[in-house]
C-alpha cells in the first residue's frame, strides 16, 4: 500500500538526491550568467571614481595619495617634460616640438597682452601654467584606462578659486581699496548706483561658479558620451555577425565624438585661460 500523497509520484532516494542536484546545477549556470552579465554591463560613471593609491590619514582627515592625484602628478610632469626637452637645444630653425612649444608660448603671451596689456605680461608664468595644465589634464583623459582630473568639480573649482583669489590679493595690493572700483562703474546714475553695484558684486562673486562649472561639466559630459558608445561598440560585437553589422555605426560616432573631444579639450583649455586674462585686467585696472 503506497503512502504517496494523492497527486504525488512516489521517486527513490536516488532520483531525488539526482534531482537536487540538477536543481543546483541549474541555479548556478544561472548565477553564472547574472555575474557575467554585471561584468559586461557598462558603466559610464566608473571612469570618474576615485581610488586610493597610498591610503594616508592625517588627523582623522583621508589625505590619501590618489589615481587623480596620480595623474595631475603625471600632467606636471609630462608638461614640464616637454617643455624643456623640446627647447632645450634652442635652434635657430626650430624642430616641430619646439615650433609646438614656441607657438604655445606666443599664443598665451598674446592673449595675455590683448586682454590685461604689457603690464600683464607679469602673470604670464601663472596664465601659461594654467592653460598648459588643463590642456595636457583634457588630452590625457582621452586615453582609454587614463583619468581625467578635470571631470570633477573640486579640481576645477580649485584652479577658479586660484585664479579668483590672485585677482584679489593683488588687487587689494595695488589698489588698496581703489580696487572696490570694480563693481562701481563709471558714468551710472545715482539712482541706479545701488542696483548695478549688486549686480557687479553677484557677477564677480559667481565668476569661480561659472569657471569651474563650464571645465567640468564639458569634460563630464562629453567623457560619458564617449563611454556610452563605445559600450553599445562592445555589446553589439558580442552579438556575432549581426551584432557586429549593426555596431558599425556607434563606432562611427566614437570616431567622431573623439575628434570633437580633442576639440573641446583644446577650446576648454583656451577658455579657461583668456577668461583668467580678463578677470587679471580687472586686478590691474579696476576702474572702467
Known sequence: MSCARPGWLPISAGAASALADRIEEASERRDGVKQVAAADKVDPIHQFHINPIFPIHVGGYDVSFTNSSLFMVVVVVLTGAFLYFSTAGRALVPSRLQSISEMSYEFVASMLRDAAGTHGMKFFPFVFSLFMFVMV???????????????????TFALAMLVIGTVVVYGFAKHGFGFLKLFVPSGVPVALMPLVV?????????????????????????HITLKVFAGFVVSLGAMGTVGMAGAVLPLAMVVMLTALEVLVAALQAYVFAVLTCMYLADALHPSH
Open 198 to 222: 549688486l549686480i557687479e558684486v553677484v557677477s564677480f562673486l559667481s565668476r569661480p561658479v561659472s569657471l569651474s562649472i563650464r571645465l567640468f561639466a564639458n569634460m563630464l559630459a562629453g
Open 137 to 155: 589634464a583634457n588630452l590625457l583623459g582621452l586615453f582609454p584606462y587614463f583619468f581625467t582630473v578635470t571631470s570633477h568639480i573640486i579640481v
